[in-house]
């Protein structure tokens, strides 16, 4: 207040206070649906109490079928404050489920096909389907979900029951899958009739694994086949074939309600024969006017192989070229003939000698040698006990050691130095007269 004066009368002013109102709101809100139920609202003086519980509204939502998901209004109530204050219930649609089930039935019969009587028992089995129903406390709506299969949603395989003297028209009802709660009851028929006895006696050429004919038989369970093997074996072999085995009864058989299977097996019959061949080796000794000097040598190197015939067919075979001492011909000394002196001391070994080898000659040349001229006599390392024999006609001998290399026998070194050259002074002195000859008789 301004411009107050001494003249201004004395001012009295009366302040009016008003108690507060709060408010409160209780939103009740179903959870499902996302819409608000209802709304509570409430006013009173501030820290007074609101007197209001939910107790009430929630019990009467529970009985239309909601069940409470949660409430932030304390249980006890509240007070009102100077500020508004807001609180949610959420309530959700309750839900109740029960099982739906449903069953599949499979029944396999056994029956006589002449008479339609009973066989044997029926086969049976079951696949159980089950589902949900779930349905809304609120709405009534009512939710399926999809069947399923307890177990198994296929029926096995079933093989049919062996009746003996009977065969079924299945020998096994086959595996039934992809089966559903859709799927009818399923009903089979299995038929059996009188068996008829077969037997089959095949004749096999184990030669070449084919088969050459089969014998089929067919008759009663229990009556006999009237049949044997004699006569058709006969046949085979006059042809050339041999029995190998046959497990057919010699006296006959029976039908029985299986099938009988028999084999008679024969081979090719075969002839074997030898066949021989040689290949010959010669040595001719001479002097040098071609008269004969010393014995030839001979050797023979023998090949074999078989020649297999078949009786049936005709065909030969024939083994490989074998030799009867491994294809060579062992190294050959020359005889020691006195006075003469050999073009070749030794013919050496040769190997590699086939069935296709020509025979070989091979001619060894003695030369006299001239007078004066000494060959030093071969001495032995260890002096041997003298001989009675009288003098014989050189002979060629094969050495038996192919590592030989050695003609004479071993006189050690200087010896051998001084044989080695005597021997070429020899051949020297037999070739300077020839050579002259030569000359002269070109001339």
Partial sequence: MTGITSDTADISVTVSYTRNQGTI???????????????????????DPSNYTTADDIKSYTDKGYELVSSDYPDGGTVFTDEAQHYTVKLK??????????????????????TGDKAAEDHTATLGFSRTISTDKVTGEKTYSDWTADNADSFSEVVSPVLKGYTADQLKVSEMTGITSDTADISVTVSYTRNQGTIDVTYIDETTGKVLSTKDLSGGTGDSSNYTTVDTIKSYTDKGYELVSSDYPEDET?????????VVRLKHGTVVETENKSVNEVIHYVYDNGDKAADNY?????FSRTITTDKVTGEKTYSDWTADNGGRFAAVLSPIIKDYIASQLKIDEMTGITVDTA????????????????????????????????????????VKDNKTKDILPSTGDSQKSQIVLTLLGIMAVIASPLAILFKRKKQ
């Fill in 254 to 262: 029976k039908f029985a309600d299986d099938p009988q299977h028999y």
């Fill in 298 to 302: 001979k050797a023979t190197i023998v």
């Fill in 359 to 398: 025979d070989i000659e091979k001619t060894v040349v003695y030369h006299k040698v001239p007078a004066g001229i000494i060959v030093p006599p071969v001495l032995p390392e260890k002096p041997s006990k003298p001989s009675d024999n009288q003098p014989k006609t050189p002979t060629a001998k094969a």
């Fill in 93 to 114: 649609h309750g839900i109740t489920n029960e099982t739906d089930k449903k069953a599949v039935n499979q029944v396999i019969h056994y029956v006589y096909k002449d």
């Fill in 25 to 47: 709101d209780v939103t009740y809100i179903d959870e499902i649906t996302g819409q608000v139920l209802t709304k509570k609202d409430l006013s009173g003086g501030t820290d």
